[in-house]
């Protein structure tokens, strides 16, 4: 298949009231199709400069346009991550996690409610805009917890997204006014526990 050079906004795999009442279809939608396709344009956008000053043979301000393709193409690919970790309550969300991922889970933090709070924590203290994250670090066999900010800052290069929460206010606005907190510990009741333990395993089969 020819590569598209551009991005796109994926479907959700679940319909806009899937996800309620810990996501409303109001706040899903809104986040879907205007604050995550405003990714995909900014990174498209940023593409299309570059293609430009390519083929005029202009300058481009490097250091400006780097920045921005990072925080939009973030953007964009946290955010495919994060539908994909989400389902409906009692139809693959929520629950507890099995196999590899919760062994490994179990192995570093001693139980899943102290890794719980950790990530919990890490979520409702985000300066500002940002997420919170689990990684695995296959060289030393250890799930990490990150606090990223914005899109693109504190991210340790070269991990995968395991899971992924999306704390910027227009994530939960609607539904949870200022109350993070709230919005984080709904966010435990559609976890798609699956899909993290299948990005664990294929994860562990890497050389
Ligand atoms: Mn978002």
């Known amino acids: 298949m020819e590569p598209i050079k551009l991005y796109s906004l994926p479907k959700l795999p679940y319909e806009y009231t899937a996800l309620a009442p810990y996501i409303s279809e109001e706040q899903l939608k809104l986040h879907h199709l205007k604050h995550h396709q405003a990714y995909v344009t900014g990174a498209n956008a940023v593409l299309e400069k570059m293609d430009k000053a ?6 481009l301000d490097m250091k400006a346009i780097l920045k921005e393709l990072s925080f939009h ?3 964009f690919r946290l955010h495919n991550r994060f539908w ?5 309550s009692g139809k693959g969300g929520g ?3 099995k196999g590899g991922i919760a062994k490994a889970i179990d192995d570093e933090f ?5 890794f719980k709070k950790e990530f919990t924590q890490a979520a ?3 300066e500002g805009s940002g997420w919170a994250m689990m990684t695995y670090c296959t060289k030393t066999g250890r799930p990490l917890i990150l606090q990223v900010e914005k899109h693109n800052v504190n991210i340790i290069p070269g991990f995968a997204i395991l899971l992924v929460l999306d704390v910027w206010e227009h994530a939960y606005y609607l539904d949870y006014k200022n109350d993070r907190a709230k919005f984080v510990e709904a966010f435990w009741n559609i976890v798609n ?5 299948g990005r664990f395993d294929s994860l562990k089969k890497l050389p």
């Open 84 to 88: 994909e970790n989400l389902a409906p």
């Open 73 to 75: 193409m973030g953007g």
């Open 124 to 126: 409702t203290s985000v």
């Open 95 to 97: 629950g507890l996690p």
């Open 193 to 197: 526990w699956n899909m993290v333990s």
């Open 110 to 114: 001693g139980t899943f409610e102290r």
């Open 54 to 59: 390519r083929k005029d043979n202009a300058d």
